[in-house]
């Protein structure tokens, strides 16, 4: 890896260039906001991504009552435990990174991680070197480098056209937090984290319920990997034996039972890619009314045997929206407060759609649509989407001579 300075334009931010692809050192400033001081994150990126990044992203707002409270744990260092009982889709923490890394490692006599670490400020510096660092000192001497390999959370920022003929690791990023990376490692994790782009945030929240006491878990591995592949994944990379509930098995139950685990799992990982979505039904007829409620209901409960509540938001959504194409409001709007309870931080466009057209049926304006022309609001698109696989279906059935295969018309139904 080479160092890059100059006084040109091009590199008036100091730079390394490593297999050809160049890393700069630059400083995101985040504004203020009403409760929290303006601060910065360092970063090394490619050049052409700093233009791209969000240029109104403000430093998130602490919480003033925590959930959670971090203390030592019997064999695990540090976890974070619930001070109180949480409920599923409630957020437990929200925080900016403290500085941003390529996946891809540097060279081993690289500076950039030490002008990186120098560049965070010295409080949240002081608390980052807290955190486990669990590779080898020989391989990766750097400490920013080691707690960022064991703690950074993967991130996606905005790429420029260019970035087409880079490998994938140079298009890979991830984000050091401070209170995230606290939660300690289960199979069946009762919280997930969404990262922000806008708000160059990370968000931790309930996937479940948490009682008061209880240990606050992420995911470390990919749920849907068997239980040898998780494991192994864990070990080379975190340096531990996982032994959550699900990967304890091996002393409570018989090779049969772990077997189903993984079959299980595996299930859930190709459900959308080998069962019919909400979009294939709507436009199938002939599939029965209850195709995909009763599919996704199975899928809900593999989701819950495995504890794996992080897949629900998906299958929520699609069986809200089935049996809002079918008129049946009472079932509709059951689900529909679920989706909008468990995944308000999960997915906030879904979560807004579908309060729009809870609202709009708790109203009563759910009333047949007789034109054809195309929706120009809100209310219209739900007019039109509510009941229209049941209208469909009557309408087919007035026309004998025809299919009563007939697909709808799906161009309706577009955004």
């Known amino acids: 890896m080479s160092l890059n300075e100059g006084s040109g334009p091009s590199l008036r931010l100091k730079s390394w260039t490593q297999d050809e692809h160049i890393y700069a050192l630059h400083t995101i400033t985040l504004r203020s906001s009403s409760s929290a ?46 001070t109180r009982s949480i409920s599923p889709g409630e957020l437990i923490v929200v925080e900016n990174p403290v500085a941003i890394l390529p996946n891809k490692p540097l060279t081993f006599n690289c500076t950039a991680y030490d002008e990186l670490e120098a560049l965070i400020l010295d ?21 920013v480098e080691g707690i960022a390999r064991t703690n950074a959370l993967n991130i996606i920022l905005k790429m420029p056209v260019e970035s087409r003929e880079w490998s994938a690791e140079e298009r890979h990023y991830g984000g050091i937090f401070l ?165 308000a931080l999960e997915d906030v466009e879904m979560v807004t759609r579908m309060q729009a057209m809870l609202k709009w049926v708790e109203e009563g304006e759910f009333q047949c649509r007789t034109k054809t022309r195309r929706p120009k609001t809100p209310k219209e698109m739900n007019k039109i989407r509510w009941g229209v696989r049941k209208r469909g279906k009557q309408q087919n059935q007035a026309r004998p001579a025809e299919s009563s295969c007939e697909v709808l018309d799906m161009t309706l139904l577009i955004d």
């Not at 303006?38 to 700093?50: D, E, F, K, N």
């Not at 409080?123 to 001497?141: F, G, I, V």
């Not at 340096?239 to 079959?263: M, N, R, V, Y």
């Not at 799992?265 to 199938?284: A, G, M, Q, V, Y």
Request: glycine share 4%.
């Open 37 to 82: 001081t303006s601060t910065t994150i360092p970063a090394l990126l490619h050049p052409s991504m700093i233009p791209l990044l969000p240029s109104s992203a403000s430093t998130v707002t602490a919480i003033q009552s925590p959930c959670f409270e971090l203390k030592q744990t019997a064999s695990k260092g540090v976890g974070m435990f619930a």
């Open 123 to 143: 409080d949240r510096r002081a608390e980052m070197l807290t955190l486990t660092n669990c590779q080898d000192r020989t391989k990766c001497p750097s400490d």
């Open 179 to 343: 209170k995230i990376p606290r939660c300690n490692h289960s199979c069946g994790p009762n919280a997930a984290h969404k990262w922000n782009l806008a708000t160059m945030s990370s968000t931790l929240y309930a996937v479940r319920p948490i009682a008061n006491g209880e240990e606050i878990t992420n995911t470390y591995a990919d749920p849907t990997d068997s239980r040898a592949k998780r494991m192994a994944h864990l070990q080379e990379h975190y340096g531990f034996t996982c032994d959550c509930p699900s990967c304890l098995l091996h002393s409570t139950a018989t090779e049969q039972k772990i077997a189903q685990s993984d079959i299980a799992r595996e299930l859930l990982r190709t459900w959308f890619s080998l069962h019919p979505s909400f979009s294939k039904w709507l436009s199938d007829p002939c599939l029965p009314d209850d195709f995909v409620i009763s599919s996704h209901k199975y899928a809900l409960e593999l989701i819950e045997q495995e504890g794996i509540q992080g897949m629900e938001g998906p299958f929520l959504e699609e069986i809200a929206m089935c049996y809002a194409v079918l008129g049946q409001k009472e079932e509709f709007s059951w689900w529909a407060k679920r989706v909008i309870s468990r995944c």
